[in-house]
């Protein structure tokens, strides 16, 4: 079973929709945990980090369960420059490794 | 602001040639590592390093060697290129653990 599990999707959805993604997380010792985003052809980059609080960034909302091991990503008012791949990721105390899910994909049509 | 900076961005290798794809960093981030990002499987890591002189192993590390001779550079070395290496490699850093990593723009390998 691996680590850090995403739904690969694609979720496809129209202008204006709002959609979220789950990843959930097999190990209990984990510490931090991030959103990247990917765009096609292109390096991940940081869209947000994930606190215990949940937070957001605009129409970006970002939440952590830890008793149920999954955090989530919520995208409101869906534009298309939203199409991209997101990947959930999961650092574990003391480990040096960032575990990285498969990714989601989002399309977003007019 | 250079951030991570790989080279080449594209290479094509004959079976058995042997490559080092440049991984350079002016962040003084601690922490490096690889990655292969091949379709449906995700961001793999390959090796990592902890700091200049320090390198472990990751999760597919067979065909590959790195080193850490200073803070800032972080080669991985094909020994000797076979078709399943055939990838997109990404080289990051992050200053210590459980922080953010910054990717480099990416090398497309593919080996013939």
């Known amino acids: 079973r691996k680590e850090v599990e995403q739904d690969p999707g694609p979720f496809n959805v129209p202008e204006g929709a709002t959609v979220a993604f789950n990843c959930t997380y097999s190990n209990s010792a984990s510490q931090s945990f991030f959103w990247y985003r990917q765009d096609c052809r292109k390096e991940p980059k940081l869209l947000m980090s994930?606190?215990?609080s949940g937070n957001e960034d605009g129409r970006f909302t970002a939440q952590l369960n830890r008793a149920s091991q999954y955090i989530s990503l919520l995208i409101r008012d869906s534009k298309l420059s939203d199409s991209a791949t997101y990947l959930c990721v999961v650092n574990m105390w003391g480990s040096y490794i960032p575990t990285f899910g498969r990714g989601t994909s989002l399309i977003v049509h007019p | 602001n250079a951030g991570v900076t790989q080279t080449p961005k594209f290479q094509v290798l004959k079976t058995g040639q042997s490559m080092t794809l440049q991984c350079a960093q002016d962040m003084n981030h601690e922490y490096m590592s690889w990655y292969r990002q091949d379709p449906g499987m995700g961001l793999r890591l390959i090796h990592y390093?902890?700091?200049?002189?320090?390198?472990d192993q990751g999760e597919v590390p067979n065909g590959y060697n790195v080193s850490r001779s200073t803070t800032e550079d972080f080669p991985l070395r094909l020994l000797s290129a076979a078709p399943s290496q055939t990838s997109v490699y990404f080289c990051a850093s992050s200053p210590r653990t459980a922080d953010e990593a910054f990717f480099g723009q990416g090398t497309r390998l593919t080996v013939v």
């Open positions: 390093s902890v700091g200049a002189g320090i390198t």
């Open positions: 994930v606190y215990s």
